[in-house]
């Protein structure tokens, strides 16, 4: 789902991106609370297509233990909407609406904003557009959706930040999302960083493989604090 949970030995918040969005924080909380059925919970939440694989059984942990889950991420819609027109599109939604977007939204042409331009190179550019570049995005395409990168970014650091200070002294917040989004310390960790210097971090990437055992480890040590060799799934 998208913006996620509380675990840890004492309380934790676990912010889980991609998937359901801040806009589904009350349906989720009926959930974790017993009031309605997971069905009721999956129909009324847009979970991420993979939620069954990918989240189901982080938000079936926090159910059973009690811990509370908080939606991180920017709705969906609104995140096509910046791909297609810009951040103008923030300008153009109402104030409840607006309110599920970060406050602060900071788009550099940066180290993050390059490695994110390098992963849209081989991504096609999809129905109606011009195949004259190949089988790469246009640039100006690619840079609306950097730009939507970044207020999902934004939005998950937000998040981040706003349960930390609320929850308890000793309280962790684990978020989880994709690798683009904070491999390397960038996008969404960066971004926390700015809002809030003095805090301690930790970040975990998990690489699928198909033989964890013949993955040459030196290539990976910038990624992460711990990076986590995993079996990939058959066909993934």
């Known amino acids: 789902m998208t913006r996620w949970a509380r675990a840890a030995l ?32 999956l129909a009324r939440s847009r979970p991420w297509p993979r939620y069954a694989s990918d989240y189901r059984a982080l938000v ?15 709705p969906r819609p609104m995140a096509s909407a910046v791909g297609r ?12 609406e607006r309110l599920h977007a970060a406050r602060e939204i900071v788009c ?24 004259s570049a190949g089988d790469t995005l246009p640039t100006a395409m690619a840079e609306r959706f950097y730009l939507a990168q970044c207020v999902k970014d934004e939005t998950m650091a ?40 003095g805090w301690k971090m930790a970040l975990v990437t998990a690489i699928p493989a198909r033989d964890p055992r013949v993955v040459p480890v030196a290539p990976l040590s910038g990624r992460a604090d711990i990076v986590i060799l995993t079996r990939a799934p058959a066909g993934r």
């Open 10 to 41: 004492v309380w934790a918040a676990v912010a889980l991106a991609s998937g359901a969005s801040a806009d589904a924080q009350p349906v989720l909380d009926d959930y974790l609370a017993g009031r309605v059925s997971e069905s009721d919970f």
């Open 60 to 74: 079936e942990l926090a159910k059973a233990r009690g811990w509370p889950v908080i939606a991180s991420n920017i």
């Open 85 to 96: 027109r810009g951040l103008a599109a923030l300008d153009t939604l109402s104030p409840a």
């Open 108 to 131: 550099p042409n940066d180290d993050y904003h390059a490695r994110f331009m390098e992963q849209m190179q081989g991504h096609g550019s999809g129905a109606g557009t011009s195949p």
């Open 158 to 197: 937000e998040s981040i930040v706003e349960a930390r200070r609320r929850a308890p002294r000793n309280a962790i917040v684990v978020h989880f999302n994709g690798a683009l989004h904070s491999d390397v310390g960038q996008g969404t960790v960066d971004r926390v960083g700015r809002r809030e210097r």
